[in-house]
């Protein structure tokens, strides 16, 4: 089953020494080079929540020795795997027993130029019937699905994202105000819901 954790930065935004000393050292490095206190927060909170995710399944966050595939992707251990994302003001923890990969983007104007570069034809055809925030929303759910599939594969973008093709992976998208969400997994055992932290 994969399950997808949801966090609000809100909810550290007041505490955020207290919860800054909860992540391990990597993670830390990762705030630190951030500049602005916004990044620093959405990094954090994801830290947090993959704490909080990782402890769900019974692990003990610090006591977890995280590995890494040749092209960084970290994981838990063999039989668990996770993914992290974060947009706005939400992060996001997808936990599963096979490859996941997920994605969360803000819902916000997107130019002609950004789809024309990143999409393919068909896709760019798709776009083209709707106007508005129906096309803001309708591009950023298909980046999504291109986002969580490429971070599900565990290789970073290798090609131009409007030339590859999406196979042999399953996805799930998930429904937040303003934001598109989307999963893919290599099982297609997905939660109905988001799990809210």
Known sequence: MTTTFLMNVNSIAGDFEYYYNQVNQTRKDK???LLFM???LL?????ILLKNALEHYGLKYDEIQFSYNKYGKPFANDNLFFNLSHSGEYSICSVSQGQVGCDIQLVEPIKQQVIDISCTDAEIEYLSQFQGNVKNTEFCKLWAKKESYVKYLGIG???KIDTFNIKDAYFMEYILKDYAICVCSSKNEFDDTLQIF
């Open 43 to 47: 990094s954090l909170t994801a830290g």
């Open 157 to 159: 973008i290798q090609k």
């Open 31 to 33: 705030i630190d080079k």
């Open 38 to 40: 916004p990044d620093k």
